[in-house]
C-alpha cells in the first residue's frame, strides 16, 4: 500500500516544477521617454503578470512540505492529511490564478498586439488552472477514501487521472514560455537604440 501511494504523490509531485514555470517574469521597461503610449502599456502589463512571483513561490513551499510528508506517511489517517495539504494548496493557487485573469482583463490595453497578447495568455492561464483543478479532483479520491481496502483502487485511478493533468501543465509551460519571450521581445522594440559614445574616434583618412 505505502510503495503505491509513493508512485501517485511522485506523480503529484511532477506538477510542481512544471507549474513553477507558469507566468515567467516579464521585463519590465525603464526608458527616458517614460510617456511613450507603448511602454506604458508593457510595463502595466508587466506589473500584473509580475504577481505571480509571491504566490507561486508561496504555492511551492506547500508542495515541498506536502511531498515532505507524504514520504512520512504510516496509516490511512496520515495519508488522508497529506492528501488533503495538496488540494488545499491547489485550491488556494486557482483563487490567485482567477485574480489574476481578472487584473489581466482589467488591464487598460490600446496596443493591437498587447491586447492579442493579453487574449493568449489569458487562456493559457484558464488552461493551468482547469489542469490544476484536475489534478486536484484526482487527489480528492485519496482524501475521501473510507478505508484501507479501498485504497488501492482509489490510488490507481487518482494516478491515471493525474498523468493527464501533468502532460496539460507541462504543454501549457510551453506555452506560456513562449507567450512571455514573444512579448518581451514586442515591448523591448520599443526602446531607442541609444548612439554609442566613442571615446576615440576614428582618424580622418589622410586626402
Known sequence: MVIDL????????????????LLACMVV???ASCGSSKVVQCNNLATV???TQGFMKD?????????????QVKNLSDIKAAASQYTTAVDKVVTN?????????????NDARLKEFRVNYVE??????????????AMDLVVTVQSEAEL?????????????????????????AKLISEVNTYCGASQPEATPKNPNPPTPAPQ
Do not use: C, M, Y
Open 59 to 71: 504555492f511551492e513551499t506547500e508542495i515541498q512540505t506536502f511531498s515532505q510528508n507524504a514520504g
Open 29 to 31: 521597461i525603464s526608458l
Open 49 to 51: 503578470v509580475n504577481q
Open 152 to 176: 488501492p483502487a482509489k490510488i490507481e485511478e487518482s494516478q491515471q487521472q493525474t498523468v493527464k493533468a501533468v502532460k496539460s501543465i507541462e504543454n501549457l509551460s510551453q506555452q506560456e
Open 124 to 137: 493559457v492561464v484558464k488552461g493551468f488552472k482547469s489542469s490544476l483543478q484536475e489534478a486536484r479532483q
Open 97 to 109: 490564478l482567477d485574480k489574476l485573469t481578472a487584473d489581466l482583463e482589467g488591464t487598460s490595453l
Open 6 to 21: 509513493a508512485k501517485i504523490f511522485r506523480n503529484h509531485k511532477l506538477s510542481s516544477p512544471a507549474w513553477g514555470t
